[in-house]
Every structure is written in C-alpha cells, then in structure tokens.
C-alpha cells in the first residue's frame, strides 16, 4: 500500500514544480492505524506520521479520542484566559 503512494506521490511532487506549485511537506501527513517505517530514500518519510485518533481537518478532531480530548482542552485553556481578562475589566 505504501508503495503505491510513494509511486503515486513522486511524479506529483516532480511535475507540480511545472506548473508552479510546490509541497509543502512540513503540513503533509500520512495517516496510519500503527506508525509505519518507511525508507528515508522516500519522500514519504519526511511526512508527519499521524494515528487515526489524532485526524484533524482544519483543525477539528475528526473522531473521538486524543485530538478531541485535546482540542477541548485547547479551548477550555482559551475560556479560562478569557475570563481571566474579562475578570479585569470590571
């Protein structure tokens, strides 16, 4: 399966250069249920590994577990500073 992606990946990352577009590798992520070892040849293993219970899409878990959990801490943390300020207002 990998090995398809990586056929798949490397003529894209090759040929968008072409029409102006490069990958940003930094924001790519391969999504697995265990990590995989990929070879370190590959642009695959500059990807950033991700288990299905941290998906995000824009930022949103996408099924419960850990990113939930941490997203809503996330904005537990952002509600308490909120008000923590508005605290001072008054």
Do not use: W, Y
């Amino acid at each position: 399966m990998f090995e398809q992606l990586r056929q798949t990946s490397a003529p894209f990352s090759n040929h968008s250069v072409d029409i102006g577009l490069k990958l940003n590798i930094s924001k790519c992520e391969i999504i697995a249920r265990n990590p995989v070892t990929i070879h370190d040849s590959s642009i695959l293993s500059k990807f950033v590994k991700v288990t299905k219970d941290e998906i995000t899409l824009l930022g949103a878990p996408v099924v419960r577990g850990p990113a939930q959990d941490a997203a809503l801490t996330h904005e537990i943390d952002e509600l308490k500073k909120a008000l923590k300020r508005l605290s001072m207002i008054h």
